[in-house]
Structure formats: C-alpha cells, structure tokens
C-alpha cells in the first residue's frame, strides 16, 4: 500500500506500479476549467486521484482494459475522499470512446504503453502496460480529437523517441502542440522524458524544464513543490 496524503493506492494486480511519469502527470497537468476529465489506462488509479485531489469539483472518468488493475483502481477510488467523483470503465480506451460518442472532456490525461515496437518485456502483464503498436497512438490521438471540449487540453508523458512520433501523428487528427516540459534527472543530464500537452486551438509553444534531483536522493525545489501536496516525506 503506497500512502499519500489525503489517500492511499493498493498496488494489487496491476503490472505497472507508481512511478515517476505518473506522479509528476498527476501533479502538473492542468486546464483552464477541468470540470470533466478523463484518464486514459488508469492502472492503479493514482493519476485519476492526484487530479481529483487538485480539482475538487471535477468528475474523472479513468478507463482500463486489464480487468485486474481496473478492479484495483476501482478498490482504491472507492476508499478514497473523492469517490463519489471518481468512475473506471473497465475496458479499452477504443471500446470507451464507440459507447459514449458524445462525451467531451476539459482534461483528458495519459501515462501510456510506450516501448513500440520494441523486444516485448516478460510477463503477459507487464506486456500489455509497457508496449504499444504505433495504431495504439493514432487510435488514441483520433479519440482524444473527438471528445476533447474546444478550449480543453491533452497531456500524456512519454520518452523522447516515443514523443517525436507522437507530435508528428498528433497534427493528423486535428491536435496542435502548446506545451513541451522537458524532464531531466539532474540539470545537467539530457530529458529522458517528455510532458506534451495538445490542444484543438493553435497557440504558440511553451517549452520549459522539469529537473527531479539537484544531487543523488536530494530533490529539487521544482519537485517538492509539485509533489508537496501529495508525499507524506515532505512537510
């Protein structure tokens, strides 16, 4: 059990455990009036928490097409202060977006399977959370541009390789690029991660810097302050 400030996530069943992406994507994701939002491969349910955590009027969608992980994250919303503003679908994103044509969301948000077309990692589970076909981003992009509310926004966390193919894919479907955070584990150090935010609307990019570690176990100003509210390690 990993326990948060004002909740706690079992961690049962589910292949991919809390992680760095998925906090951080919890922490810093935003949009202008994130009344409706939607998480795309909850997993645990942590994002989908973070959010309703920082949102406090918001209602969360968060879909899962591994049963076990969606019964988990199901547990943990259902323990948590804001279940009543908390759903999951147990199904895929695909399946989600064909049986409600006409939801539109503010903030739609995912840490999604991002090794495509990579040597496949053991375990059927572990496989299914960390591996992606390329058809898996463009039918992603093509749902998101279908239930994303005018002036709402997309945020999804990928690595640099997996990112630059998803920008490129993103402009086919209507998705325009308004922010990029770079994320690194040391100033020095090159991104390994990206934070990519899109939007219907065009608007000029924002690009800025997110680094973890100022020296080893020592987190950085910026981290702190974007996980202070969530850590029980920080006062």
Known sequence: M???KQFSVDQTGCA????TDGVLLGALAAAENAGDILDI???TGVIALMLAQRF???SIDAVEIDK???QTAKANFAASPFAGRLKVYALSFERFFEDNPDKKYNLIVSNPPFYI???KSPG???QLAKHADAALFDNMLSGVSAHLQTGGVFWLVLPIDTAKLVKHQAQQYGLNLQQLINIGSYPQSEPHR???VFGLTETKLQQNDFVIYDAPKQYTGQYCMALQQFFTIFP
């Open 16 to 19: 991919m455990k809390i992680n």
């Open 117 to 119: 077309n990579s040597l």
């Open 41 to 43: 491969g909850t997993g």
């Open 2 to 4: 990993f326990h948060f």
């Open 124 to 126: 059927a589970g572990k």
């Open 68 to 70: 076990s992980a969606a």
């Open 56 to 58: 406090t009027t918001a």
């Open 194 to 196: 990206q934070l990519l």
